[in-house]
């Protein structure tokens, strides 16, 4: 009987201890690969990639007489796409209800931007701005 416990506790340890290091490789592997991610975004190319869509969005974007004046990165946004890519937010003009999102993607070793989307409160704006001009 004694004998019978010892390896049922001993089986039941060997099974804790294995789950604990599979669930802490794929934790580690996770972090490393959202670090990769931010280090993508962060990026001179991801930079070009929005300020690229920001301009098709709004032609005079980044000056006096655009909509958009400005555009700040939600970190807490980057994800990765199921598709492939990195999705990610931008915070247009520090009102966290003027967005856009973009899906970024690698091609040919060329980061692009292969899809983006903004908040209905944003083309608002950019409407009333179309229809003022």
Avoid: C
């Avoid at 692009?112 to 003022?132: C, F, M, R, T, V």
């Amino acid at each position: 009987m004694k004998k019978g416990w010892i390896i049922f506790i001993s089986i039941v340890v060997i099974i804790i201890a294995v789950v604990a290091i599979v669930g802490g490789k794929m934790y580690m592997d996770n972090k490393k690969l959202d670090e990769d991610m931010k280090e993508v975004v962060k990026s001179e190319e991801a930079k070009n990639q929005f300020e690229e869509g920001l301009k098709n969005l709004d032609p005079n974007a980044f000056t006096k007489n655009g909509v958009i004046k400005s555009y700040k990165i939600d970190y807490d946004s980057i994800k990765h796409n199921p598709m492939g890519g990195i999705n990610v937010r931008l915070i247009i003009n520090g009102n966290s209800k003027l967005t856009t999102e973009y899906t970024l993607n690698k091609y040919d070793g060329k980061l692009e931007a292969g899809g983006i989307s903004y908040s209905h409160e944003l083309d608002i704006l950019l409407q009333e701005k179309d229809s003022n001009d």
